[in-house]
Every structure is written in structure tokens, then in C-alpha cells.
């Protein structure tokens, strides 16, 4: 069983950035193509990246250029860098594996609020 802790997240204002953080436990992890999903208010959890385990990274349209994807697979973290960030950004922010795959319990996730 994998377990999934995000953390990072918090209030910035238009333009800044912030550095996500997702720890797992478990042995699994380790193999798994990982992303990197929000979900705002009313809408559907969307994924914005994700990155294999071998480090190939893929972005949605609306973060690409922004956002960056990393893992360090010896501490089982995976992270997102954002920078440039926009009011539209803002959402509840989870990791899990990448689609295709049957997810892991979700964690709690880590809200991101871009707001003057």
C-alpha cells in the first residue's frame, strides 16, 4: 500500500512561485510514472504533469513553460516547481500515479491560492 503526503502549497500573489512537494511510502513507487493533478473549485481534478520513472516529463498546455516536474527516487518525492503563477492556478494540488495506471489512495493534497 502506498500512502501519498503533498505539501508546499499556500497564498502567493500573481507572478510568484511555489515548489510542491509529494513524499510516498511504499516499494512500489519507485517504478511508477507519477503526476501531478489539481482540482479547483466546481471542476474536475485535472492532471498538469507528469514524469516517468526514468525522468521524461509531459505538461498540460496551460502550465507548460511554468511548471516543472522533478522526482527523486531514492527519497520516494516527487515535485513541482511553479513559477509564474496566475489566479487561475489556484486549486487543490495532488500527486498519484499517472493515468493508465490504477491510482494509489489520494492524499490530503495542498492548496494553492494565487491572489493579490
Known amino acids: 500500500q502506498v500512502q501519498l503526503v503533498e505539501s508546499g502549497g499556500g497564498l502567493v500573489q500573481p507572478g510568484g512561485s511555489l515548489r510542491l512537494s509529494c513524499v510516498a511510502s511504499g516499494s512500489i513507487w519507485g517504478i511508477a510514472a507519477m503526476g501531478w493533478y489539481r482540482q479547483a473549485p466546481g471542476k474536475q481534478r485535472e492532471l498538469v504533469a507528469g514524469?516517468?520513472?526514468?525522468?521524461?516529463?509531459k505538461y498540460a498546455d496551460s502550465v507548460k513553460g511554468r511548471f516543472t516536474i522533478s522526482r527523486d527516487n531514492a527519497k520516494m518525492t516527487v515535485f513541482l516547481q511553479m513559477n509564474t503563477l496566475k489566479p487561475e492556478d489556484t486549486a487543490v494540488y495532488y500527486c498519484?500515479?499517472?493515468?493508465?495506471?490504477?491510482?494509489?489512495?489520494w492524499g490530503q493534497g495542498t492548496q494553492v491560492t494565487v491572489s493579490s
Open positions: 498519484n500515479q499517472y493515468p493508465g495506471a490504477r491510482p494509489y489512495a
Open positions: 514524469i516517468t520513472s526514468s525522468g521524461s516529463t
